[in-house]
């Protein structure tokens, strides 16, 4: 059971939007604690997409964004592109683990 | 353009120590933290541990008495040991840059990753 709470699967259509919700609590996201997300396709080097809750390193494309309010935090994705279809996972710290955490990730279908 | 590359046994037997090093090229790992993460079959992503380049070292409490990194600077690399293995301990294992130079720091470099089974 991971700390960090994702869908295990989301889809959309080329050229739609979708978003991946990131739940956790006052231990991690509630506690101030940033959000980054990593987009993986198997047997590939997992990719920092998002850091800093809404930051894109050089490179990613701005149809990826993020956003984080109270505990939960956001991965959009406009302008699906068949590319997309990947594991998204979301990563924060937690005090009481003393622990670096992750979302269980969540699997994106471009249908 | 920071590359790394797990290497190592993908079969260990139960009870053994579990070794994994991490080869770093396209920078030094010169002052910077590197750590390990694993993932088991059907399971989400778990931070082992970390190192910084000059030795400190930090790990999940969950594992702590059984995991040792260590880095060599002079060949660039960085490694894992996680003693007494059981099945439990089958995973896809990461080797990862930590940056530690915000409020929660992230891995913005990745290793492929590797299997190790853990099986008689």
């Known amino acids: 059971q991971s700390v960090l709470t994702q869908p295990p699967s989301v889809s959309g259509a080329p050229g739609q939007r979708v978003t991946i919700s990131c739940t956790g609590s006052s231990s991690n996201i509630g506690a101030g604690y940033d959000v980054h997300w990593y987009q993986h396709l198997p047997g590939t080097a997992p990719k920092l997409l998002i850091f800093g809750n809404s930051n894109r390193p050089s490179g990613v494309p701005d149809r990826f964004s993020g956003s984080k309010s109270g505990t939960s935090a956001s991965l959009a994705i406009t302008g699906l592109q068949a590319e997309d279809e990947a594991d998204y996972y979301c990563q924060s710290y937690d005090r009481s683990l003393s622990d670096w955490v992750f979302g269980g990730g969540t699997k994106l279908t471009v249908l | 353009q920071v590359q790394l590359q797990e290497s190592g046994p993908g079969l260990v037997k139960p009870s053994e120590t579990l070794s994994l090093t991490c080869t770093v090229s396209?920078?030094?790992?010169?002052?910077?933290?590197w750590s390990w993460i694993r993932q088991p079959p059907g399971k989400g992503l778990e931070w082992i541990g970390y190192i910084y380049y000059s030795g400190n070292t930090n790990y999940n409490p969950s594992l702590k008495s059984r995991v040792t990194i260590s880095a060599d600077t002079s060949k660039n690399q960085f490694s894992l040991k996680l003693s007494s293995v059981t099945a439990a301990d089958t995973a896809v294992y990461y080797c990862?840059?930590?940056?530690?130079?915000?409020?929660?720091?992230?891995?913005?470099?990745w290793g492929q990753g590797t299997l190790v089974t853990v099986s008689s």
């Open positions: 990862a840059r930590l940056l530690m130079t915000t409020v929660t720091p992230y891995f913005d470099y």
């Open positions: 396209g920078g030094s790992i010169s002052g910077y933290y």
